[in-house]
Each structure stands twice: as C-alpha cells, then as structure tokens.
C-alpha cells in the first residue's frame, strides 16, 4: 500500500506570502492528483499530474517521479485560499483506488 | 447542472439503526465513489462501481453495502450502524477511470451515530 505524506500539516502565511505544500510517496505512482477541501467541507480537484509542472493561475503543481515527491505552490497568497490542500496518489493504470494524505491546513492571514 | 448532489446533509442514528445516503450525478459519469473521512486520517474509499449494475470493494467496506441500480445514483447502506461508522462521507464520480479523469465530489453527509 502506498504510504502518502504531506508536510507541513498546519501552515500559517501573510497575505501576499509564497507557499509550499508538500507531498511524498513511497511507491512508484501513474498519477498524482491535488485536491483543496473548503472550510465548509467541499472538495474540489486542482491538479491532476504524472510528469513536470502544471500551472492553473497562482496554483502551480510539480512532480519529481524519481524522487517520489510532488510540490504545491501558490503564489500571492490570499485569505480566500484558506483551506485544507489534500494530496492523493493512484499506483497504477487501470486503478481505481486513490491513496489519500492527511491534508495541509493552510490559514492565509490578511 | 447540480454535479453530484448527496442526501442526506445530517443525520443522527443510534447503535443499530439502518440507513441508506444517496449520491446522485448528472454528469453521465460511469464512475462513482464512496469515501469516508474522519479526523487525523485521509478520505478512505469505501466502495465504488465502474459502471450501471456493477460494485466493489475499496480499502474500508466492512459494515457497508452500495447498490449503482440507475447510472446516475450510488446508494451507501448501513445495516445496523455502529459508532465506528460515525463520520462524513462523501460521495465522487469520474467520466472514466481515474487516471484520465478529475473526480468530482459531492457536498458530504455527516453522519452520528450514538
């Protein structure tokens, strides 16, 4: 089974401030997927990756497959990005099973 | 369109009680999810269906039974709830597996059982 693990899991920023969210896996993967939980319990998808970068406005997602370890990256950070940033991984083709972190809990401060 | 919609938001049981939640898409997904998430841990998948008349079992299914009798609907049934089960699930769906597809979540049901 594959053992995800996000850091950090509580992050605390200014407005304005560049953030990082972690993700490392210990087993070889097909797929990474980044997902952000809203305060009021909402799940959404940002990314979904298996190689390089991938940018969505100031959401910027990078996988390093040889390392086993994806970054989150928001830059410019806003009060409205306040959430819970979940990392979620999937071990091979034709899997229907994601393997989930614990979440980042990201307070932006204005 | 709604996306996926789950009914209910809240519910309290006692130790024994049976229930059933429903997840409903309008997406024409063929694939449809049941996680629970619980404090300290990852969403864990409970069951899932590939397609209409078809289920399996995910990481967590013990205590849980799911029927996929229409396309759009997944049904999680409790058959006599314990306090362990006490959490909030949620419900997905994807238009092909997941490597292709985003899934996309429903709202969440909180469930209690005392």
């Known amino acids: 089974k594959n053992e995800v693990e996000q850091s950090p899991q509580n992050l605390t920023a200014q407005e304005g401030e560049f953030i990082t969210i972690n993700c490392s896996y210990s087993?070889?993967?097909?797929?990474l997927h980044w997902l952000q939980q809203h305060p009021g319990g909402g799940i959404v998808s940002l990314f979904m990756?298996?190689?390089g970068k991938k940018k969505h406005g100031r959401l910027i997602a990078t996988i390093n497959i040889q390392e086993k370890h994806s970054s989150l990256h928001i830059t410019a950070s806003h009060p409205r990005d306040s959430a819970v940033y979940i990392c979620a991984v999937e071990s091979g083709a034709g899997s229907y099973q994601l393997t989930f972190g614990k979440g980042t809990k990201l307070s932006v401060i204005p | 369109n709604a996306g996926v919609t789950q009914t209910p938001k809240f519910r309290v049981l006692k130790t024994g009680q049976s229930m059933t939640l429903l997840c409903a898409q309008d997406m024409n997904h063929e694939y449809m999810y049941w996680y629970r998430q619980d404090p300290g841990m990852g969403l864990r998948l409970i069951h899932y269906s590939v397609g209409e008349g078809t289920t399996a079992k995910g990481e967590v299914p013990d205590g849980y039974n799911v029927s996929r009798l229409k396309k759009q609907n997944f049904l999680l049934g409790l058959e006599s709830a314990a306090p362990s089960q006490t959490s909030v699930y949620f419900c997905?769906?994807?238009?092909?597996?997941?490597?292709?597809?985003?899934?996309?979540f429903g709202p969440g049901t909180r469930l209690t059982v005392l």
């Open positions: 997905a769906s994807s238009y092909l597996e997941i490597s292709y597809n985003e899934q996309f």
């Open positions: 087993v070889g993967i097909s797929a």
């Open positions: 990756l298996s190689s």
